[in-house]
């Protein structure tokens, strides 16, 4: 169980464009979910938290207007990055909570997104 | 001031015997949470072994178990019989409830562990 699914895993797109990641929760329900961002040989940072049928929390210095979120339903958030500049490029990681008690974070396997 | 703290960039071990990754943490919330995280290179985040602050017995999944030392704040996670697949980076991270109400998880910097046959 708790498995949490990230499509694309990986994408390459020219300057100026958006692009889109899904994280989808397959097996269970996820109120929170939560996107990070990790440059190479670096931790996670925590970007923002999204919550099912409200507006996403962000976490300082990220721009809310370039990286939209959505989470439309319990079991799908999604993270558009707008106008993709080569400083965007990095691995992308969402993660959803599964259980309440001991709010244990279940990751996807991650999108590298490489911006030309 | 970092939340959390993992003090060895690097760490070698031999295949079948057990390695201890340290971490320590800093809050002033009496209810938090401690986690282990595994990252392969594939980048894939795997969740490891988890310690609530008020558990009074160290937190074992398997071949992993978590030494928590509260008074000295910390939480260190040990391997025993290390198999080659083990190899991979480790993140401790912390749990801290946000006063909206959410909970974030604050991550160290990670260990890079390698098995050698």
């Known amino acids: 169980g708790a498995v949490v699914s990230q499509h694309p895993s990986r994408v390459i797109c020219k300057s100026g464009t958006s692009v889109k990641i899904e994280c989808r929760s397959l097996?269970?329900?996820?109120?929170?979910m939560f996107w990070y961002r990790q440059f190479p040989k670096q931790s996670l940072m925590l970007m923002a938290t999204?919550?099912?049928?409200?507006?996403?929390?962000?976490e300082q210095g990220v721009e809310k207007d370039k990286f939209l979120i959505n989470h439309a339903s319990l079991t799908l958030s999604t993270l558009t990055v707008t106008s993709a500049h080569p400083e965007d490029s990095s691995f992308y990681i969402c993660?959803?909570?599964?259980?309440?008690?001991?709010?244990?974070?279940?990751f996807g396997p991650g999108t590298r997104l490489t911006v030309l | 001031a970092q939340k959390i703290t993992q003090t060895q960039p690097g760490m070698f071990v031999q295949e079948k015997e057990a390695v201890t990754l340290d971490c320590t943490y800093d809050t002033s919330d009496q209810s938090y949470g401690l986690f282990w995280y595994k990252q392969p290179s594939s980048g894939e985040m795997i969740f490891l072994i988890y310690q609530g602050s008020y558990d009074e017995q160290n937190a074992t999944e398997g071949r992993y178990s978590l030494n928590f030392q509260k008074a000295r704040k910390s939480a260190n996670l040990v391997i025993s019989a290390s198999q080659l697949g083990d190899s991979a980076m480790y993140f401790c991270a912390m749990r801290e409830r946000e006063y909206s109400g959410y909970s974030t998880l604050t991550f160290g910097k990670g260990t890079m562990l390698l098995v050698s046959p």
């Open positions: 993660s959803a909570e599964a259980e309440a008690s001991t709010d244990t974070q279940y």
């Open positions: 999204s919550n099912e049928g409200s507006k996403a929390t962000y």
């Open positions: 097996d269970f329900q996820a109120t929170t």
